[in-house]
């Protein structure tokens, strides 16, 4: 799905369509090159990255005539109203990282510059491929990367990247990747586009694979008002592509499962597991 169609689906793709939750993808997955959360790309305690979608060019369609479908032929469309009828879903959930935001800095990149202080001599592309090779190595005994504040899996992740183990180099990265310097919104328009869908009456909820950084950092962001819960892995203890965590966010906006579709970058925890 190309970026100028992804926002638009997010916002009006909402036909009844059987099943539990409709996810999209929004594009294909992006090479993992830098840090973020496990919804996507590769993360870390501090990212992930993402060619953001664009809102540009489709939001004031979406304001003008919300019960229009922006970027779909028409043929399409008439083919989903006659099956489904208008827009029936009463809430949407939005992944967090590489859909919503995004790193600013490739992480690999981060990791050196701070770390150079530290003793950190890797160049970029070790520090990258020892990230990848930790990150996929199965964690302890729980399946959860996240538990509260994460520190302990990106402690190790850390680490291992770079084979610096200083405690002060750690929470440098740790609290840099809390702070809005870190990351931007992928589409610095996706305000309109979500107040189109409030006034319309559809809720707005956040499902997300991160730490309790999350909710400060959507804060920080000033972003945070636009959702009315989110549902943060480390919290609700189920990491996307498990449904409890999808459950979870619909329980917390009050509605059902088939009442939700849910927009993410990822395939396998986002479309699967919505």
Not at 42 to 52: I, N, Q, R
Not at 162 to 186: K, Q
Not at 214 to 238: G, I, K, Q, T, Y
Request: contains cysteine; proline residues 7%; glycine residues 8%.
């Amino acid at each position: 799905m190309d970026e100028y169609t992804c926002f638009s689906k997010m916002a009006l793709m909402v036909t009844r369509i059987s099943g539990t939750i409709i996810s999209i993808a929004c594009r294909p997955k992006t090479p993992p090159f830098v840090h973020g959360s496990a919804d996507g790309y590769l993360p870390d305690p501090c990212g992930k990255p993402g060619s953001p979608f664009s809102t540009s060019t489709t939001t004031a369609a979406v304001e003008d005539s919300p019960d229009r479908f922006i970027g779909l032929p028409k043929d399409y469309v008439d083919y989903r109203r006659a099956m489904y009828g208008g827009l029936t879903h009463k809430a949407l959930l939005v992944d967090a990282v590489g859909t919503l935001v995004a790193p600013s800095q490739p992480m690999a990149q981060i990791y050196r510059q701070i770390g150079e202080k530290y003793g950190v001599e890797c160049s970029e592309a070790e520090i990258l491929d020892r990230y990848r090779r930790a990150y996929e190595q199965p964690w302890g005994r729980s399946r959860l990367r996240y538990v509260n504040d994460g520190r302990p899996f990106w402690q190790h992740i850390v680490s291992s990247s770079t084979g610096c183990s200083d405690s002060g180099y750690f929470e440098e990265l740790y609290n840099y990747y809390a702070t809005n310097e870190a990351w931007h919104l992928c589409d610095p328009n996706a305000e309109r586009v979500f107040k189109a869908l409030r006034n319309a009456g559809v809720k707005l909820g956040v499902v997300s694979n991160f730490d309790t950084r999350l909710r400060p950092l959507l804060r920080a962001l000033n972003c945070n008002h636009w959702f009315d819960a989110v549902a943060v892995s480390a919290e609700v203890e189920a990491e996307k592509p498990n449904p409890t965590i999808f459950l979870k966010a619909c329980e917390y906006l009050g509605v059902n499962p088939e009442d939700a579709v849910h927009v993410g970058d990822d395939r396998r925890n986002d479309v699967w597991g919505g």
